[in-house]
């Protein structure tokens, strides 16, 4: 009898490992399970609205949802819609692939003022993410913005805030954000990191764009970045990259601001210590020298965008370990037939590859475990769709989805973008019924 498995969660983790079990296991029958309208995850809705090439993995993952045997169930939330321990009374087994989506929290007084928002927040707003519609984060007279953080997250706001328009149309950054985004007259984006700028986790293709934007000068102070190099205790590939970034860097200090009088500034060794703001909205940021804790300053600030990595908030019945789904080598603890993949297991780090990498791994570990337990003769499938049915829950399937897609290519057609998202729940829901679904 084939086995059947809910892969729970339609992000990159979750598409590899069906990819791995598909190869694996050819009858197998897989149920993708997520609780957007939509599949592909944080391809969707964390990589940038002007990285299209990035964006290409999705078709990979399309021609999976194609294969007899897969079938996506948008619009249905584990432990809303269906439990944990409910999937593992219906499947062979259970692949939890629900990612990292709660941000992290800087820990500092002021941080719940207006203006103070999360990079997971503020990248799905601007990604048409439907759970940040009304986020509504930009005021028009903003002049000054603060992106904490020393990652790609932090460069990625940096640069969508520093875009002309012209330099975002070919994108499919949300509607509502780019005409706010395009309302804004800001003068200086500074990006602080408590670090120096030979300890920061860029790469070097995404730094090296911030010196090449129409409006924006990047600018470094040039004592900080003179005398920076690696540990020689890094391996070479970490070495390569940082003395890669620390070139860039170097160019900055002298970058032409003939053309670009707004300034997109690198902060190292800065540590944020408070918020200040009047009438509840956000207006200075409180530093100290992370060297010398002891000196204090405040810069001007009317938007903080935190890009400080984010936790797991991983549906509820699975064992939790600090905060993290505890398992051995992707085993769920105590949940024989569970297994966890991505950044649900790993945290928030890594590259979409990475989890190929990381799902390719488990796949191995769940064909061995299912070669050892008996036919379950458990329903799988056609048990979830009894299940829903029951609850008066309808999945949108893959057709729906495709719905979605060609309403979604079709707006764009007309504007030469790649796509206009549908970014609210009314939206996608209208939108996936449109026709054929
Ligand atoms: C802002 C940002 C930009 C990035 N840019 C890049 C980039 O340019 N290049 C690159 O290689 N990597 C990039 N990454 C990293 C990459 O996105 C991750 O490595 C990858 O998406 C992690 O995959 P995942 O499947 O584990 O999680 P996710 O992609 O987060 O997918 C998790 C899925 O689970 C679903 N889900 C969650 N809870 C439930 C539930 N209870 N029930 C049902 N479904 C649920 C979610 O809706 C989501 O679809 C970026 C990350 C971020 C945050």
Redesign the pocket.
Known sequence: MSRAIAV???????FYAVDGLMRALPDVRIDI????PC?????RY???PD?QG?KGVQRQFERLLARPGVRFLGN????RDVTIAELAALYDALII?????RDRRLGIPGEELKGVVG??AF?GWYNGHPDFAELDPLRPDMRHVAVIGAG??AI?VARVLAKTADEMAKSDIAPQAASAIAQLDIAEIAIVARRGPADANFTGNELAELGRLAAFRPAVDGDVVAEAAPPDSDPAPERMRKNRNLEILRTFVTADGTHRTRILRFAFWHTPMALHGEEGHVQALELADTRHPDRHWRIPTDLVVTCIG?DP?P?PGLPLEGGRIAHDEGRVRGMPGAYV????KRG?T??????RVDAMALVKTVVADLAEAPASGKPGPAGLDNMLAGRGLKPLHTAAWQCIETAENAAGQAQGRPRVKLATWEALIDGSQRSGA
């Open positions: 729970i969660g339609a992000g990159p983790s979750g399970i997520d609780r957007l599949p592909y995850g944080l391809v964390g990589v940038a990285h990035t249905i939330e584990v432990g692939a629900t990612g990292c989506s990079s997971g990248v790609n997250v990625d984010y908030a549906p993949v991505g950044w649900a928030p890594g590259v979409i590859p990475t989890n």
